[in-house]
């Protein structure tokens, strides 16, 4: 996560599997970081995951939507909004 440290997004897409860190770790580290930026949370199959992501970083003031993959452009769209 060094990387990304004072790098500063308006947006960020995640999906809750990943390879290293899972997206509720990364939702926790954005939280505990204060980030500003609009999360989308996509995940497939079983949306629970990534609605408790997205409910986890809700409780502490992030903007979290939830996509379901494989989405449509007006889902993205719909969330970014």
Do not use: H
Request: hydrophobic share 40%; charged share 30%; glycine share 10%.
């Amino acid at each position: 996560m060094n990387r990304i440290d004072g790098y500063d997004p308006t947006t960020i897409v995640l999906d809750i599997v990943m390879p290293d860190i899972d997206g509720f770790e990364l939702v926790k580290w954005l939280r505990d970081r204060g980030c500003g930026a609009k999360i989308i949370v996509a995940s497939t199959g079983n949306l629970d995951y990534a609605k408790l992501a997205r409910s986890l970083g809700r409780g502490r003031g992030l903007d979290i939507s939830v996509v379901e993959k494989p989405y449509e452009v007006e889902k993205q769209q719909e969330a970014l909004a």
